[in-house]
Every structure is written in C-alpha cells, then in structure tokens.
C-alpha cells in the first residue's frame, strides 16, 4: 500500500500536497493550524499512520522499503503478521512522538514511514544478532545489547542529521530515534506475546 500511494502521489506531482494534508506537523499538538486553500488536513490523531504512505521521492520510497523486506520478512516469520503490523503502527507514531520531542514547534510536515521501518529494523537487531553479547557486571546482556544499540542508533542519526545541512529538520532525526526505541522495547514482548498464546 505504501508503494502505491507514494508512487501515485509521486507520478501525479502532489507531494506538496500530500505532506501537508496528511504528513505529520509537530505544531498541530500545541496550535490550530489553517490548511493552505484546497488542501484538506487529516485528524492529527491519524497523520502519524498517513505521514508513512507519503514520501519525498522514489528515492526516500525505495530506501525504506528495501530496509522494510530486508528486516521485515526474517522478522514476520518470528513475530506473525499481526504483531508485525502492530510494531509497525507503534513504530509510527513512537516516531512522530520523537520528531515531536526534536521539533516542537514546526509547522513542516514529517513524512515517510522512517519511524515505522527504525523500530522493525530494531526489532530485527534485537532478535537476529548473531553474537552475544557479555553481562557489564550486574547488568544482564539483554540490557547491554539494548543500549549499545540505543546508543549507537541515536549517536548515527545525531551525525546523520548535521551531516545534512548542521540541524535536524531535512532528515526526521527524532523520528528514527522515536521508531528504533519502540522497536527495541517490544521486540522480546512480542515474540513472548506470539509464542504463549500459539
């Protein structure tokens, strides 16, 4: 469906359009914002989920989806696709609540489904890794692996973002941040969640 969308909203020369109809402005929390004249604004309640069907170019389109089929289909055999759609829709808006967090204010759409596809890529991380990692002390190894992820997730994007032009706004930084935290929080409670009730 993603495909789709942004490949017709993309063909048709809309993207302006869409974005702000119905990508995510951090700025509808606090402000009531006017549509521009012939652009009809979606609940802000539901922009999270329609921010991942509209992207900025085949380019943005065909980077998450390649990371979508690379992770999402190892990680759909573990966790079903009932609890893969669930991590996605969370991911979605774990990821508008980070772009939220970075740009409060902004009255510039967030689009593409970069929060929904960091938490499937955590979650991926989280239950592929091939080497273990050591207990730092009392701290177990479940905990370690989540927060050198963390930390290395959070430290790439941070350089990510002023690599591309010294802020955050071209690149949805807290959006990738949100989406990989959430994937990496529930990545072990839905496989339990798949497994216990099999």
Excluded: D, K
Aim: aromatic share 10%.
């Amino acid at each position: 469906m993603t495909i789709a969308v942004s490949v017709l909203i993309t063909l048709f020369g809309v993207e302006a359009y869409a974005a702000i109809g119905a990508g995510f402005i951090p700025a509808s929390l606090s402000v009531a914002l006017q549509a521009p004249h012939g652009i009809i604004l979606l609940p802000f309640w539901l922009t999270p989920l329609t921010a991942t069907l509209v992207h900025g170019g085949l380019l943005h389109l065909a980077f998450n989806m390649v990371m979508l089929v690379y992770c999402g289909r190892m990680l759909e055999r573990a966790l079903g696709w009932q609890a893969m759609a669930l991590l996605y829709a969370i991911g979605a808006y774990a990821g508008a609540a980070g772009h939220w967090a970075f740009e409060p204010l902004s009255a510039a759409p967030m689009i593409g489904a970069s929060g929904a596809i960091s938490a499937i890529l955590a979650a991926y991380a989280m239950l592929f890794a091939e080497r273990p990692v050591p207990a730092i002390g009392p701290i177990p190894s479940r905990v370690v692996r989540v927060a050198w992820l963390a930390g290395g997730w959070i430290l790439l994007q941070l350089l990510i973002g002023f690599a591309s032009g010294g802020g955050l706004q071209p690149v949805a930084i807290g959006a990738h941040i949100g989406g990989f935290i959430a994937g990496l929080a529930l990545a072990r409670p839905l496989l339990l969640w798949r497994y216990r009730s099999a």
